[in-house]
């Protein structure tokens, strides 16, 4: 039999561990979770063949694990567990996607049952013929290009969370593509003929930013000459895309936070509150859950935000799309500049397929625009590229000289973070070693939370089973 592993749910101790015992007497491997949120964050970084999530829990419903499940994996099956038993309650979990309810108190042949037949009627939806045709007939999805693993990836997540109403967070080092992210999930949801806007949380003072979010009636405060309608409802029925929404405040995360939970804004300096319908996307370059830690960003707020995340890959990981790009950019160049190029000198191509690119797709994006322009060949040569390598061409980041503060930055982030990695791996590998490859034991002898020590671990690409098994 396949290995068959189940995520409980339940903020009861109890309820948990009755439902451990029940299901591993019958052979199955059996996870437990205290939330929602990290029951979340753990199907992000596992697959599990079915979940039994309680409906009442404090912080995260069980009805809304269900429908962030319905998108993180929607062929999982979900028995939502309740002592609040209601018809309502049941139909409204079962128009959402679950496969079926049941009440406390329960038997343990009630549970059993009810997961073998989730599990008999469980279907592979990731892989449905509409995925495989959207991604195996074309070299891309929407502007972007690519058809690397990890670009599929992201294509996959996209068709996966359109149709939805789910917030979205996008991360991603700067120039990696996270608004044309956004804009393709409105453009594949139900949204599509609605508004999508766009606000760069970096762009506005804080004042400045609380008024084009939320609005102002005339005379809230010196210069507010007339009312003005906040982009919170200009989206109405819409998306809205927060860029860089860590640089936001602290005042105006609580506000946002209210807005998520109650669908309505307060104009400033208006008494009434209105109603909204948005579909809220949000995008950072920085790790929230760093920020949280430092007390500058909202765990409460982070989890809302939270609910889906798609992660963009830098250039520097997906160079088998290299070629791809570069053939798109040069064509869409040369035809807006009415130049014939016919591609690149081999020395040329060699130089950009040994860059690093800090500044990711954008930048590359530059480069062939610069060259098409510079290029007195039909061929673009290495020089046309003017990368600015300093000492022996090809040394990637330490080797490259930024343009502008924006790529000063992330160089140096990344400078500092190849520095580091090393250390980082013999530290949390030692620890394995020393605790027997158990994570959790590991992370307490560090003195790290599990889930940090986990995130540790994904960040740099350790798994413990191909440790164990090496």
Same mark, same amino acid.
């Given at each position: 039999?396949?290995?068959?592993?189940?995520?409980?749910?339940?903020?009861?101790?109890?309820?948990?561990?009755?439902?451990?015992?029940?299901?591993?007497?019958?052979?199955?491997?059996?996870?437990?979770?205290?939330?929602?949120?990290?029951?979340?964050?753990?199907?992000?970084?596992?697959?599990?063949?079915?979940?039994?999530?309680?409906?009442?829990?404090?912080?995260?419903?069980?009805?809304?694990?269900?429908?962030?499940?319905?998108?993180?994996?929607?062929?999982?099956?979900?028995?939502?567990?309740?002592?609040?038993?209601?018809?309502?309650?049941?139909?409204?979990?079962?128009?959402?996607?679950?496969?079926?309810?049941?009440?406390?108190?329960?038997?343990?042949?009630?549970?059993?049952?009810?997961?073998?037949?989730?599990?008999?009627?469980?279907?592979?939806?990731?892989?449905?013929?509409?995925?495989?045709?959207?991604?195996?007939?074309?070299?891309?999805?929407?502007?972007?290009?690519?058809?690397?693993?990890?670009? @599929?990836? #992201?294509?996959?997540? +996209?068709?996966? %969370? !359109?149709? =939805?109403?789910?917030?979205?967070?996008?991360?991603?080092?700067? *120039?990696?593509?996270?608004?044309?992210?956004?804009?393709?999930?409105?453009?594949?949801?139900?949204?599509?003929?609605?508004?999508?806007?766009?606000?760069?949380?970096?762009?506005?003072?804080?004042?400045?930013?609380?008024?084009?979010?939320?609005?102002?009636?005339?005379?809230?405060?010196?210069?507010?000459?007339?009312?003005?309608?906040?982009?919170?409802?200009?989206?109405?029925?819409?998306?809205?895309?927060?860029?860089?929404?860590?640089?936001?405040?602290?005042?105006?995360?609580?506000?946002?936070?209210?807005?998520?939970?109650?669908?309505?804004?307060?104009?400033?300096?208006?008494? @009434?509150? #209105?109603?909204?319908? +948005?579909?809220? %996307? !949000?995008? =950072?370059?920085?790790?929230?859950?760093?920020?949280?830690?430092? *007390?500058?960003?909202?765990?409460?707020?982070?989890?809302?935000?939270?609910?889906?995340?798609?992660?963009?890959?830098?250039?520097?990981?997906?160079?088998?799309?290299?070629?791809?790009?570069?053939?798109?950019?040069?064509?869409?160049?040369?035809?807006?500049?009415?130049?014939?190029?016919?591609?690149?000198?081999?020395?040329?191509?060699?130089?950009?397929?040994?860059?690093?690119?800090?500044?990711?797709?954008?930048?590359?994006?530059?480069?062939?625009?610069?060259?098409?322009?510079?290029?007195?060949?039909?061929?673009?040569?290495?020089?046309?590229?003017?990368?600015?390598?300093?000492?022996?061409?090809?040394?990637?980041?330490?080797?490259? %000289?930024?343009?502008?503060?924006?790529?000063?930055?992330?160089?140096?982030?990344?400078?500092?973070?190849?520095?580091?990695?090393?250390?980082?791996?013999?530290?949390?590998?030692?620890?394995?070693?020393?605790?027997?490859?158990?994570?959790?034991?590991?992370?307490?002898?560090?003195?790290?939370?599990?889930?940090?020590?986990?995130?540790?671990?994904?960040?740099?690409?350790?798994?413990?089973?191909?440790?164990?098994?090496?």
């Amino acid at each position: 039999m396949e290995n068959i592993d189940v995520l409980v749910v339940d903020d009861e101790a109890v309820i948990r561990e009755g439902l451990r015992r029940i299901l591993e007497k019958e052979g199955f491997h059996v996870e437990t979770s205290a939330s929602g949120q990290i029951a979340l964050e753990r199907m992000q970084e596992e697959n599990f063949s079915l979940v039994i999530t309680d409906l009442k829990m404090p912080g995260m419903s069980g009805m809304e694990v269900l429908k962030a499940i319905k998108v993180l994996q929607p062929e999982v099956p979900v028995i939502i567990i309740t002592g609040f038993s209601t018809v309502d309650t049941a139909v409204e979990a079962m128009k959402n996607g679950a496969f079926d309810y049941i009440a406390k108190p329960f038997t343990p042949e009630q549970i059993t049952e009810k997961v073998r037949k989730a599990l008999d009627q469980r279907a592979v939806l990731i892989e449905n013929i509409f995925l495989k045709k959207e991604l195996g007939e074309h070299h891309g999805f929407d502007l972007f290009v690519g058809e690397s693993k990890e670009i @599929q990836k #992201v294509y996959r997540r +996209i068709i996966q %969370v !359109a149709p =939805t109403d789910s917030t979205v967070l996008i991360t991603g080092e700067s *120039g990696t593509g996270k608004e044309l992210v956004a804009r393709a999930i409105h453009n594949h949801s139900n949204r599509r003929e609605n508004p999508f806007v766009a606000v760069d949380c970096t762009s506005l003072a804080e004042n400045l930013l609380e008024s084009e979010l939320f609005g102002h009636v005339k005379g809230s405060f010196t210069g507010a000459i007339q009312t003005k309608t906040g982009l919170f409802k200009v989206a109405d029925g819409g998306t809205l895309f927060l860029d860089e929404i860590s640089n936001i405040s602290l005042t105006t995360q609580a506000k946002l936070l209210r807005v998520l939970q109650e669908r309505e804004i307060t104009p400033i300096g208006g008494t @009434q509150p #209105v109603p909204i319908d +948005i579909r809220l %996307v !949000a995008a =950072t370059n920085k790790n929230l859950r760093t920020l949280v830690a430092q *007390g500058t960003f909202r765990e409460d707020l982070f989890f809302r935000l939270n609910i889906i995340p798609i992660d963009l890959p830098p250039l520097r990981e997906r160079k088998g799309d290299l070629p791809l790009l570069i053939a798109f950019f040069l064509k869409k160049f040369s035809e807006e500049m009415g130049r014939e190029i016919r591609g690149l000198a081999p020395d040329a191509m060699a130089l950009l397929e040994d860059y690093t690119f800090p500044g990711n797709v954008r930048e590359l994006e530059n480069i062939i625009e610069r060259a098409v322009v510079l290029a007195e060949e039909d061929l673009i040569q290495k020089e046309d590229l003017e990368l600015r390598l300093s000492g022996s061409e090809g040394t990637g980041v330490a080797a490259y %000289v930024p343009q502008n503060v924006e790529e000063l930055k992330e160089t140096k982030r990344q400078i500092r973070e190849r520095a580091v990695e090393p250390i980082e791996k013999a530290f949390v590998l030692q620890a394995l070693k020393r605790n027997n490859w158990n994570i959790t034991r590991a992370a307490e002898e560090t003195g790290m939370l599990r889930p940090n020590f986990q995130a540790l671990l994904k960040k740099l690409r350790i798994s413990v089973r191909s440790q164990m098994n090496s």
